[in-house]
């Protein structure tokens, strides 16, 4: 199954850039359906960067991100060629993860 | 993988909701020991702030310290915004030692949206796409040398992101 997560991270020399976008239906819980049903909640609540063992970046989020959720950071020191490590847990235990490679 | 990973929670995690509530109740010392496991981690959702109604109670729960407008804090956000769904906000700021950086909307059902925590080396700068009932203020907070700075814009929505 293609990851959940796009990551683009890419370093100046001086800094390293990390864009991600998650696909993720991040339902609030407080939208109804067509029916007028309401759409259970179902969202990402921590989302983590590593690099070089040690996170980057936590990311605790609520219902109020929007869908398909993006996040952008910055961090110093990140070398071309290295591992960028994402993951993801949802509220219902769902997680996924990968590995970028610092472009 | 180190033991204090995030990975190693969320594995855990995992393992422990497929154990199944039953299981839970009866094995009652482990769910238990898990948060105290996350806190000293530094890992643990703050579960109760994202509960919170009211940005006052939000702020309480997240960091119990009551925040100062700083002009030092730069909110990047539109003046209008079209859809409610999607609202792109971003924050930078001057302040030294950054710790977190957390986005509240005063008129959603939940006022926090969105907390980061910035460990050092890590910019002090945040992008992130939000949802917003309708139009409202739209807190930053930044958390600094232990001081909790904020900055306040008011966002207006032409369609809620919160109606379907």
Redesign the interface.
């Known amino acids: 199954m293609a990851s959940s997560i796009r990551v683009r991270a890419t370093s100046n020399g001086d ?1 390293t850039e990390v864009q991600a976008l998650i696909q993720h239906p ?1 339902d ?1 819980g ?4 067509a029916k007028g049903e309401i759409i259970p909640p179902h969202f990402i ?2 989302l ?1 960067f ?1 690099y070089d ?15 398909d ?9 990140g070398k071309k060629g290295d591992d960028l490590k994402v ?1 993801w ?1 949802d509220n219902k ?1 769902a ?1 996924d ?1 990968t590995t970028a490679k610092i472009q | 993988m180190s033991i204090m990973s995030p990975e190693f929670f969320a594995n855990r995690r995992l393992v422990l909701k497929g154990i199944g509530v039953a299981a839970l109740v009866g094995f009652g010392v482990i769910p238990l020991d898990v948060p105290q496991a996350l806190a000293a981690a530094n890992d643990k959702y703050p579960e109760e702030a994202f509960k919170q109604k009211t940005e006052a109670e939000a702020i309480k729960a997240l960091y119990g310290k009551t925040p100062e407008a700083s002009d030092k804090v730069k909110m990047d956000a539109p003046e209008i915004a079209e859809n409610g769904a999607v609202v792109p906000i971003a924050v930078t700021t001057t302040l030294a030692d950054v710790t977190s950086i957390s986005f509240l909307v005063s008129e959603n059902p939940i006022t926090l949206v969105a907390s980061y925590r910035i460990p050092a080396g890590t910019l002090p700068a945040v992008g992130n796409r939000i949802k917003m009932a309708k139009t409202s203020n739209v807190i930053v907070l930044v958390e600094a040398g232990g001081k909790l700075y904020s900055a306040t814009k008011e966002v207006k929505v032409t369609v809620g992101g919160c109606g379907g």
Do not use: I
């Open positions: 800094t991040m609030s407080f939208v109804k359906d609540q921590q983590t590593e063992g040690k996170p980057v970046f936590l990311a605790d989020w609520g219902g109020g991100v929007s869908k959720p993006y996040v952008k950071f910055s961090f110093k020191g993951s847990s235990g997680t993860s």
